[in-house]
């Protein structure tokens, strides 16, 4: 049995699920990357073997949900709703009608009707998840290459802060304000991008050193 999994954090998408496992939460090393900031940076697992689906809680702080009830480990049915914070999933066959969703106890029943109402219609094919990245990317190729050039002074940042807990936690936050703020999305070009980051950085660590002299 072939099965797609519908994702909405905000954006409605969906993606094939392959047999194998995928992690899903705020991270950039997660398989799926979520919106929403309540969720833990690596939040939860789905597992897909032949047809039968897998969810595990990966010891998030706000718990992954099936049917509105808290799991930690659970075979999903297709149709059952997954919810973490605000993000609903429904794993659905890729052929094959429709089955009906049970919305009762949901935490996000305007996000789960709205998958289903686009799900249900066949004009109206959801994106497949990773499209919009790849748009983004052709319209700010440039922008892009440069970043990814700034990976190996992201690898030595990564280094300097490792002896440093209270450093290392205001990196984490001024990442999350980066992402929560969208600056690669209304940045149009390296130095705008650079000033705001820069901004948002020097903030977190004034914030980290006056923790520091208030513990001190």
Not at 50 to 74: H, I, K, M, P, Y
Not at 131 to 151: F, K, N, Q, V, Y
Request: with cysteine; hydrophobic share 35%; net charge negative.
């Amino acid at each position: 049995m072939d099965l797609r999994l519908l994702i909405h954090d905000g954006t409605p998408r969906q993606m094939s699920l392959d047999d194998g496992t995928i992690t899903l939460g705020r991270s950039r090393s997660c398989d799926v990357q979520l919106e929403d900031p309540i969720l833990s940076r690596q939040h939860c697992a789905l597992t897909s073997d032949e047809g039968r689906l897998v969810v595990a809680d990966l010891g998030s702080s706000n718990g992954t949900f099936v049917g509105g009830e808290r799991v930690e480990v659970r075979t999903v049915s297709v149709g059952e709703v997954i919810e973490l914070g605000s993000v609903c999933m429904i794993a659905l066959e890729t052929r094959g009608d429709l089955p009906t969703v049970n919305c009762e106890g949901l935490r996000n029943q305007d996000r789960v009707s709205e998958l289903i109402m686009m799900a249900t219609d066949e004009t109206e094919d959801l994106p497949r998840a990773g499209d919009e990245l790849h748009r983004s990317a052709e319209r700010s190729s440039g922008l892009l290459a440069e970043i990814a050039a700034d990976h190996l002074v992201d690898e030595l940042v990564t280094l300097l802060i490792r002896s440093h807990p209270r450093r290392r936690n205001a990196f984490a936050r001024a990442l999350d304000r980066m992402i929560g703020e969208k600056i690669l999305e209304t940045c149009t070009d390296r130095e705008q991008l650079r000033e705001a980051a820069r901004e948002i950085v020097k903030d977190e660590i004034l914030a980290a050193d006056l923790e520091d002299q208030e513990t001190n």
